[in-house]
């Protein structure tokens, strides 16, 4: 009994001894444990806050997307009601065939991994990348086209020359000096004598001087083709090579030339063959 009690109480020593030795460890141990708590806390709200971080940019993806197709759908607008159609060579917005890609999904609980989201994100970025190469290059063929149709616009007669009565129309008369039948090819405004002469349309003085039965004429080369002609007048503001626009002053009213009164003879020429000046004037 003796040796038995013996027995039990050393192994209830080690027993008490491995305790309190356990006891020990976990009271020095506690307070990393706690420390590696609040670290594993704060790494997990960092986490669910990238989580967020990457949620709201997929929103901000689509968000994008959307604005490019409705930029696309406003160009599209644009061409027809200018009538203008896309070349051949003009790929659509997400390329050759390219459908719109789908609104990413941003409903991924933050506590579930975003991998198949951030994949998608990165195709969807690189597709909007092409989508806004498109769509500049749409932009700046659009621009250079309605560029082309306002130089074209401001470059064709459009105006009277001077505020006047019509003495002579386009085309056939009876002259008033022979009395023979000719064909006349422009317009006659009769005005007081020094009315000034305005430019129909931008161009460039291309001549200067006296032309036959026309007296001093001044000429306005307005590319595309067409050049006006301002005949009997009696003095020109102007010289050779000098750019003029619509409205600008460039020559007073006279008699030079063959003349029954101070007027100016106004010829449209559209590749060098006289046109009726009438069409022409707008106002």
Known sequence: MLRFLGISFSVFLVLLTYVIYDYCHLQKT???RQKLQIILANQSEDIAGQRGQIQRFADEITALKSKLVALNDFEKKIRIIANIEKTADQESLFGVGGSIPDDLDTKVPLTEKHNSLIREMHEQTKQIDLASTMQKKGFESLFNFLQ???DILSSTP???PLKG???SGFGYRISPFTGLRE???GLDLATRMGTPIIVTA???VSFIGIKGLLGRVISIDHGHGIITQYGHIEKTLKKVGDAVKR???IAHVGVTGRSTGPHVHYEVLLNGIPVNPEKYILN
């Open 202 to 204: 931008d161009g460039i």
């Open 247 to 249: 409205g600008e002053i």
């Open 158 to 160: 459009a105006i009277r």
């Open 165 to 167: 009565w019509v003495t």
């Open 183 to 185: 064909f006349h090819k």
């Open 148 to 150: 082309e149709q306002r």
């Open 30 to 32: 506690l307070p990393d």
